[in-house]
């Protein structure tokens, strides 16, 4: 006879398997820079200013960001450094720090992908400042392990994360959109996350090429904002 002890037992691992077997349905190579509901690391989210302030005639850039970990921090504040060094006037912040973009000649929005979609935080960016953000030139990027690889193959699959974005809200029309490698620290991870990200053979590491998001910002980000 089963006690009541023993359907307990076997209930909890009944939802135990539940909950995993949810989670790796869900989880994508897409969502991998920014996976996990845990995290033992110490996370770093930047927020900076740069440029000359006393010049009047420089365009003053928002970079905002969505960010899970921080890697995509990372990525916007090397965007917002390359605009300064080239003179213009950037703000790197979190979306959701962002109240006022009156005082912005263009605007770049980014964030992590997290279960193969932006972070909710950067869509309702877009989505609130929608009726600014149509009148002015504004960027989108995008940081994800997808791009771990870099191939034109896995290009178009980290650009059609942000087919609902634009379809949602067509009324705003990046003037470009750029997918990023991403870093993958166990560290920063849940138990529970991390024993799944182990199982699906994702690496380990910071793929972040900086010399391509630089390159990015000073070649084709800078030239289609009309910064000078």
């Not at 850039?61 to 090397?78: D, M, P, Q, R």
Request: proline share 4%; with cysteine; hydrophobic share 40%.
């Amino acid at each position: 006879m089963e006690t009541k002890d023993n359907k307990q037992r076997n209930m909890g691992r009944r939802d135990f398997l539940a909950l995993t077997g949810g989670i790796i349905g869900t989880l994508s190579l897409g969502s991998l820079s920014a996976a996990g509901s845990g995290y033992a690391a110490s996370i770093v989210l930047p927020e900076s200013r740069c440029g000359d302030k006393n010049n009047n005639m420089a365009k003053k850039i928002l970079v905002s960001y969505a960010s899970e970990y921080g890697s995509t921090g990372g990525v916007a504040e090397a965007i917002g450094k390359e605009l300064c060094s080239k003179g213009a006037k950037a703000d790197v912040f979190l979306a959701r720090n962002v109240k006022n973009l009156s005082s912005y000649q263009g605007v770049i929005v980014g964030s992590a992908i997290y279960r193969g979609k932006w972070m909710p935080e950067a869509i309702n960016f877009v989505k609130t400042n929608s009726e600014i953000l149509r009148q002015i030139p504004v960027a989108f990027f995008m940081v994800c392990m997808t791009m771990h690889q870099p191939s034109e193959e896995n290009r178009r699959k980290a650009l059609a994360y942000l087919d609902p974005v634009l379809q949602t809200i067509p009324q705003v029309k990046p003037v470009d959109i750029e997918p990023f490698a991403g870093a993958m620290h166990y560290s920063n991870l849940s138990w529970l996350n991390k024993k799944i990200i182990q199982s699906k053979e994702v690496p380990e590491g910071d793929f972040r090429d900086w010399e391509a998001i630089r390159a990015w910002a000073k070649g084709p980000l800078f030239t289609k904002l009309k910064i000078l």
